[in-house]
C-alpha cells in the first residue's frame, strides 16, 4: 500500500511565525502536491513537484513556499503565517502513468 | 437518491438503497476522471477512474458513467452502507497537462440506517 505521511495533524501557531509542514512517501514517487482544503472550496493546489529540488506554482502559491531536497520528501512552508491560511493541508504523491494522487490524513493548521 | 456536484450539496439515503452522484465537468479537452472518497478526518482516497474513450466502469459496488457530450460524470453506489458516508470529489485530468487535476466540490453522502 502507498503510505503517505504527514507529520503532524494538528498545529496552532501563532500569526507571524514560520510554519513547516513535512510530507513523507514512501513508494519512490516523482511528483508530490500540496493542497489546502476549505469548506466550500474544495481542494486548491498550492504547489506541486515533479522530481528533487524541481517545483511548480499551483493555483494559490502566495504565502507559500516549498522544499524538495530528496525524492521522498515534500516541505510546505509558510514564512510568516497570517490567520487567512487556517485551514487543512493535504499532501499528495503520484505514481507515473494515470494521475492517480495517494493522499496524507492531513495537517489542521491554525493560526491565532 | 441524485445530486449534483460543483458545490457541497448533501445527498441523503436510506442504508441499502442506490446513491447516484453527480459531477458536471469542465474542460472538454479532458481524457482522464477520477472519484475519490472522503471520510471524516482523512484525506481523500481513490475509488474509481474513467479515461474518455469509455463510458462506463465498474468496480466493486460502484459504477462510474461518463457523458463527454454533456460533459456529465455519475458515480453510482450499489447497496449503500453506513461506511459509505463520507464526501465524493470528482476530478478531471486535462490532456494536455498530466500532472494536475482540476476537482469538484465535493458532495456529501450521509447514509441513514
Known amino acids: 500500500d502507498v503510505k503517505v505521511t504527514q507529520s503532524s495533524r494538528y498545529l496552532v501557531k501563532r500569526t507571524g511565525e514560520k510554519v513547516f509542514l513535512e510530507c513523507v512517501q514512501d513508494m519512490d514517487h516523482e511528483n508530490m502536491f500540496w493542497y489546502r482544503q476549505d469548506p466550500g472550496l474544495g481542494l486548491r493546489l498550492i504547489y506541486f513537484s515533479y522530481d528533487v529540488k524541481m517545483k511548480e506554482k499551483g493555483d494559490i502559491p502566495e504565502g507559500y513556499s516549498v522544499s524538495r531536497e530528496k525524492k521522498e520528501r515534500f516541505s510546505l512552508i509558510l514564512e510568516s503565517a497570517s490567520t487567512n491560511q487556517t485551514s487543512m493541508y493535504l499532501c499528495?504523491?503520484?505514481?507515473?502513468?494515470?494521475?492517480?494522487?495517494?493522499f496524507g490524513a492531513g495537517t489542521r493548521l491554525s493560526v491565532l | 437518491g441524485e445530486s449534483v456536484g460543483l458545490h457541497l450539496p448533501t445527498l441523503s439515503v436510506q442504508e441499502g438503497d442506490n446513491s447516484i452522484i453527480n459531477c458536471a465537468y469542465s474542460?472538454?479537452?479532458?481524457?482522464?476522471f477520477i472519484w475519490y472518497k472522503q471520510e471524516s478526518g482523512k484525506g481523500p482516497q481513490f475509488i474509481i477512474d474513467i479515461r474518455s474513450n469509455m463510458d462506463k466502469r465498474q468496480g466493486q459496488r460502484v459504477t462510474v458513467l461518463l457523458n463527454k457530450t454533456v460533459k456529465h460524470l455519475s458515480l453510482q453506489i450499489a447497496a449503500t452502507q453506513p461506511g459509505d458516508s463520507a464526501v465524493y470529489f470528482c476530478a478531471e485530468n486535462s490532456a494536455g497537462n498530466n500532472r494536475k487535476l482540476i476537482w469538484g466540490l465535493g458532495t456529501s453522502l450521509a447514509v441513514n440506517p
Open positions: 499528495a504523491s503520484r505514481v507515473g502513468g494515470k494521475n492517480i494522487q495517494y
Open positions: 474542460n472538454s479537452a479532458s481524457d482522464y
